[in-house]
Nanobody, 125 residues
Framework: QVQLVESGGGSVEAGGSLRLSCAAS????????MGWFRQAAGKEREGVAV???????GFADSVKGRFTISQDMAENTLYLEMNSLKTEDTAMYYC???????????????????WGQGTQVTVSS
């Protein structure tokens, strides 16, 4: 069955970097649209980045120029490279998968079928 397992979270000071991984099983990442989401305490889950099955890439305005999304087909893994981290980036980060093209709708959490359990990112000042 489809399974997503995130890793790579942790605590970092503002200005630092982290790379999150999402190991997929039960499907091939290149055949699905993949996204990263985050949920801060007391807030709704929000879209961070999308890598559509047709190659479209999109980011939330709050992370543009700082975050990069990529995938490794050999490892069947999705990545989120986060640079210049800010305290407001503190959240639980989730990866998600959908077996359809999403294009500009890739930051909408309702478009995804499968979710991982999340990995915590904490950025301190």
């Amino acid at each position: 069955q489809v399974q997503l397992v995130e890793s790579g979270g942790g605590s970092v000071e503002a200005g630092g970097s982290l790379r999150l991984s999402c190991a997929a099983s039960g499907f091939t990442v290149g055949a699905f649209s993949m996204g990263w989401f985050r949920q801060a305490a007391g807030k709704e889950r929000e879209g961070v980045a999308v890598l559509d099955m047709n190659g479209y890439i999109g980011f939330a305005d709050s992370v543009k120029g700082r975050f990069t999304i990529s995938q490794d087909m050999a490892e069947n893994t999705l990545y989120l490279e986060m640079n210049s981290l800010k305290t407001e980036d503190t959240a639980m980060y989730y990866c998600a998968a959908a077996p359809r093209p999403l294009l500009g709708w890739g930051l909408d959490r309702d478009k995804y079928d499968y979710w991982g359990q999340g990995t915590q990112v904490t950025v301190s000042s």
